[in-house]
């Protein structure tokens, strides 16, 4: 993994990875000024289990991921992917259970999103180094062919019958068009 990458990586494993622990640590304090009301509808009575998975999971997942980065282990950026998707998998439980109630939740889906972006990005410039992911493997080329298919079948979409029958030239209709 290049330097800026690693340090971007790791800025965002480590902003994540702190923000997670001091919201766990808030929420085992009491989370004062936090609704409890929020939880209605929840299988939890209060913050305990919740403030406990945040601190313990996500928070230890993105501190394990960030520490691998910055160390350089060579699994880092695996490390980093689970973190994040452990991350992306915690806000969309809460977005899921109690809504969206604050800033922090776009801030954090964001971060979430980020660090899956460097960390497929990084295990992609490595060229097959696990013999899994590369610039040119079958995985890549899998996906390239998904999206394909989705672009056509978009374009044989019911509205190209009702465009066929309409008064468009022919010229500009779905048929016309080279495949």
Not at 37 to 50: C, H, I, K, N, T
Not at 122 to 148: D, F
């Amino acid at each position: 993994m290049n330097a800026w990458l690693r340090r971007g990586l790791g800025s965002l494993l480590t902003l994540g990875a702190l923000n997670a622990l001091g919201g766990g640590v808030y929420g085992l304090s009491g989370a004062e000024g936090v609704p409890k009301e929020w939880l209605a509808g929840s299988p939890f009575r209060d913050y305990l289990v919740p403030s406990l998975i945040l601190l313990v999971v996500v928070g230890g997942s993105l501190l394990f991921a960030a520490i691998a980065v910055w160390t350089r282990k060579p699994w880092a950026e695996w490390a980093a992917l689970v973190a994040a998707g452990v991350l992306l998998g915690w806000i969309a439980v809460q977005l899921a259970i109690i809504g969206l109630v604050s800033w922090l939740q776009p801030a954090v889906l964001g971060l979430g999103v980020s660090m899956v972006a460097m960390a497929s990005f990084a295990l992609a410039s490595h060229s097959g180094r696990y013999g899994v992911v590369s610039r040119h493997s079958a995985a890549c080329a899998s996906v390239k062919s998904v999206i394909g298919s989705v672009a056509r079948s978009r374009m044989r979409s019911p509205l190209s019958a009702t465009t066929e029958s309409s008064a468009a030239p022919k010229s500009m209709s779905p048929s016309s068009v080279r495949r």
